[in-house]
C-alpha cells in the first residue's frame, strides 16, 4: 500500500494540541478528518512530533497509507488547504518509499523558541513569541547551555515519566540576539521527551534572569528530579521547526 | 502646557482603523480612554499616520498636551499597557519639546508591506502578510518602483482625493527578497495620502504577476487618474514602521 508524506505548518493557538482527543479540537482531527473527506474510507496518520496544547510547526511531517495510487499529488494539497482554513496549511504532499513513518523513521527533530526580552510586547508577534519584558543574561545561558549537548538522561527536563528511557542526544542548544527582534533558541535532538523544550528554555531563562545558578547545571542535569526545574515556559512560544530523516522520505 | 509623546505598535485586525469613529473600536479610542482613566480630564490626541482598518503599527507617534507635568512616565506607560492589552502596546511615554504635534511635526513616515509567493501561507503570520501564493517577477518590480521615486503627483495612487494636493516626496521604494520569510516592500514618503502604500502595492503586484504592463508606469503616473490602478493590495500585509522628525521631539 503506498505510503504518502505530508509537510504541514499550524498555528497551534485554537488547538488542543496536535494529538486527537475525543471531543477537543486538535491539529490531527481536522486534519484526518479533511483526508477522509477527500480521500475514501478512514485516514490514520502518523506524526513525526505530537506537539501540545498551543505549540506551533512550521516544519511538522504526517505520513499515511492509502490504496490509491493515482491521484493528483498537488490537487490533494490544495483541497486540504481549502478544506482545513488558515491555522493549517498543507505546504507539500508527496509519495514516500515503503515504510515510511513519520514518527518512527525521524531521526532528528529542531525546535525553535521565541522570547521577547522588551518591556513592551510586539502586538503582530505575541501569538508565537514569550514576552518576558526584562533583559536575560544570554552569555550565561548559552554556557549552560554547553553543559546540556550531548547524550545525557533528561529526566528533569521531562515533564511526564517517558515510556522507556528519558536518555536522549541533544545535538543543538542555541541562543541567538534577534537583530531587531525576538531571542531565538534552538533545539535540535534525536527525539525530546515530554515538555523538554519548554522545560529546558525555562531553565535557561531562571538561569538568564539571576533565579538559577549556572553553577548547578551539573547536578541538574544528574538529579534527574522533575522537581529539578522550576519553570516550563509557556506553549506559545515554541514552533517545531524542521524534522530529518536518514533519506528523503520521497518515493 | 507640557506635550508629551507616546510611540505605540499594534495589531490592526480588529479595530475600525487608527481614527476614532463614533460606535467603532478604533485605536484612537481605545487610547484616548486609557489616557482619561489614568489622567484627569479628556485627552485628545494627533497621531502621525491616520492608519485605515487592518492596517498595522510597530513605530506610530502620538502626541497629546496636558497640564500635569509632574507625572511618573514609565509608571504612565505601563498602566496604560495594563489598561489596553495585547492588541495595542505603548513602547514609550517621553515629554516633547514645546509646540510638538505627532501629525504636523513629522517629516517622513515609513512603511513595511508583506507579501508571501510560497503556494500555502505561513499560518503564524498570516495576520500580517498578504498571501499572494504566486511568484512574482521581482526585478521588474523594481525598476517599475523606481519610476516612482521622486516628487510627483500621485493622484493616481490615492484612494481619495486629498484636501490640498496629492504632491508627495517618495524617498524610498524597495523590493526585497525574503530570507526564507516574506518578500518585503519598504516605503518611504514626506507623507502618503489615502491608501497610496496600498495602491502602489497592488500595482506593483500587478506588474509583478504580467497583468500591468512595467512600459505603461509613466503614463499611470501622469494620468493622475485613481482608476488606472486596478489592485489596492489588503490592509493586514501594511504595517506603519517608523515617523520621522526633525527633532528627536524630545524635550
Redesign the interface.
Known amino acids: 500500500m503506498p505510503t504518502y508524506r505530508l509537510d504541514i505548518?499550524?498555528?497551534g493557538s485554537g488547538f488542543s494540541g496536535y494529538a486527537r482527543q475525543s471531543g477537543l479540537r486538535t491539529v490531527q482531527g481536522e486534519l484526518e478528518t479533511a483526508l477522509g473527506t477527500l480521500l475514501s474510507g478512514t485516514v490514520a496518520t502518523s506524526v513525526a512530533g505530537r506537539t501540545d496544547a498551543g505549540v506551533?510547526a512550521?516544519g511538522q511531517v504526517v505520513s499515511f497509507a492509502h490504496d490509491v495510487d493515482d491521484f493528483d499529488l498537488d490537487r490533494l494539497?490544495r483541497g486540504l488547504?481549502g478544506i482545513l482554513g488558515?491555522?493549517?496549511?498543507?505546504?507539500g504532499v508527496s509519495l514516500a518509499t515503503d515504510g515510511f513513518d513519520a514518527r518512527f523513521s525521524a531521526t532528528w527533530r529542531r525546535y525553535r523558541y521565541l522570547i521577547d526580552t522588551?518591556?513592551?510586547?510586539?502586538?503582530?508577534t505575541?501569538?508565537?513569541v514569550w514576552h518576558v519584558g526584562r533583559a536575560l543574561a544570554l552569555d550565561v545561558m548559552s554556557e549552560v547551555a554547553e553543559h546540556l549537548l550531548g547524550e545525557h538522561d533528561f529526566g528533569s527536563f521531562c515533564r511526564s515519566v517517558p515510556e522507556k528511557s528519558s536518555v536522549r542526544r541533544l545535538d543543538e542548544l542555541a541562543i541567538r540576539e534577534g537583530d531587531g527582534g525576538p531571542t531565538e533558541v534552538w533545539a535540535q535532538a534525536n527525539a525530546f521527551c515530554h515538555q523538554m523544550v519548554r522545560s529546558i528554555v525555562g531553565y535557561l531563562y531562571d538561569i538568564g534572569r539571576g533565579f538559577s545558578d549556572p553553577a548547578d547545571v551539573e547536578s541538574v542535569l544528574a538529579s534527574r528530579d522533575r522537581g529539578a526545574v522550576a519553570t516550563v515556559a509557556p506553549p506559545h512560544g515554541l514552533?517545531l521547526w524542521a524534522v530529518g530523516y536518514d533519506e528523503v522520505g520521497l518515493a
Open positions: 505548518a499550524y498555528d506551533h512550521l494539497r488547504n488558515p491555522e493549517i496549511s498543507v505546504l522588551s518591556p513592551a510586547p510586539n502586538p503582530l505575541r501569538g508565537h514552533t
